[in-house]
């Protein structure tokens, strides 16, 4: 396993049904209205580590952060992104994003997709959660977690009504 080390805490930023399912290579598997604002809350002003298929399926770069691409493919590029292909340099781009401007916040959030958070796992510091009230096919996982490791520092459950799916937004931050 690579080691590696951040000067930032490594938040990930994740939508995740029940059966751990977070996509299924093509598109969104839900609307959760108001939680794509909350997710620009989150990731404004700080970098994104994502892998090739998460970016591509958001298809552009997302503005006032730095949209880090960990791909295997060295010579993928794309516009308005940082590519990388070690998890090594997605940490030292986004040291390097963040130092270079004192109104970026000290995070680097783990966007993404099931690969990527599975690489990150380790390192992880929080896990901001959606948790959606679905059970949908996907081929796309979140990995699972050691609860010993973790304490919910706050949940907020949503219930599902007629026009809107149920979900919780979960904060888990790992104990030392």
């Not at 598997?29 to 794509?36: E, F, Q, V």
């Not at 781009?93 to 270079?100: N, T």
């Not at 609860?147 to 799916?165: L, V, Y």
């Amino acid at each position: 396993m690579t080691s590696i080390q951040s000067r930032y805490p490594l938040v990930a930023v994740v939508a995740m049904a029940k059966n751990r399912v977070i996509g299924d290579g093509q598109q969104l598997l839900w609307h959760i209205p108001g939680d794509l604002p909350r997710v620009k809350t989150l990731t404004m002003g700080r970098p994104l580590i994502m892998g090739r298929r998460t970016f591509e399926s958001i298809g552009r770069a997302l503005p006032g952060r730095a949209n880090i691409v960990l791909t295997r493919q060295a010579d993928w590029t794309g516009e308005g992104v940082i590519t990388v292909s070690t998890m090594a340099d997605a940490i030292t781009a986004a040291e390097e994003w963040i130092a270079a401007d004192k109104q970026r916040t000290g995070e680097i959030v783990i966007f993404g997709g099931g690969e990527i958070y599975s690489a990150f796992m380790p390192y992880l510091d929080v896990i901001d959660l959606t948790e959606v009230d679905l059970n949908p096919d996907g081929a796309a996982l979140f990995p699972e977690w050691n609860t010993a490791e973790w304490t919910e520092t706050s949940r907020t459950h949503h219930p599902s009504t007629d026009a809107a799916i149920g979900f919780d937004l979960i904060r888990l931050e790992r104990r030392s």
